[in-house]
């Protein structure tokens, strides 16, 4: 089964930036997607943003388009994001996913929405002067 480890979470102060990173093992090819969510305190888990490992096309929720960069490194098997000018709300454990296969743009939006199949343990991002 496909297994993410998420690093590189901490804390930052209001304005500054971060980058995550996600290694995924566990895959015998390039096709899956991987994905990236958060769960702030006393809220719903939201999804941020999606990519497809093989070719590379990426998808955000539309609440995330602009601060927020989804990257991958194929020669490293880690997907990256990286989050500009971060406010307090952005407070949350960041969650990787991933799930096997070759999807549609469509099809990731809806991943987005509803979760992928294997999930890494998170990172804490508090952001806070």
């Known amino acids: 089964q496909l297994q993410p480890v998420e690093s590189g979470g901490g804390l930052v102060q209001p304005g500054g930036s971060l980058r995550l990173s996600c290694a995924v093992s566990?895959?015998?090819?390039?096709?899956?997607?991987v994905g990236w969510f958060r769960q702030a305190p006393g809220k719903e888990r939201e999804g941020v943003a999606c990519?497809?490992?093989?070719?590379?096309?990426?998808q955000y929720a539309d609440s995330m388009k602009g601060r927020f960069t989804i990257s991958r490194d194929s020669a490293k098997n880690t997907v990256y994001l990286q989050m500009d000018n971060l406010k307090p709300e952005d407070t949350a454990v960041y969650y990787c996913a991933a799930t096997r296969g070759q999807y549609s743009d469509a099809a990731m939006r809806s991943m987005i929405q509803y979760g992928m199949d294997y999930w890494g343990k998170g990172t804490l991002v508090t952001v806070s002067s």
């Open positions: 990519i497809s490992f093989h070719d590379g096309r990426i």
């Open positions: 566990g895959f015998t090819s390039d096709s899956h997607a």
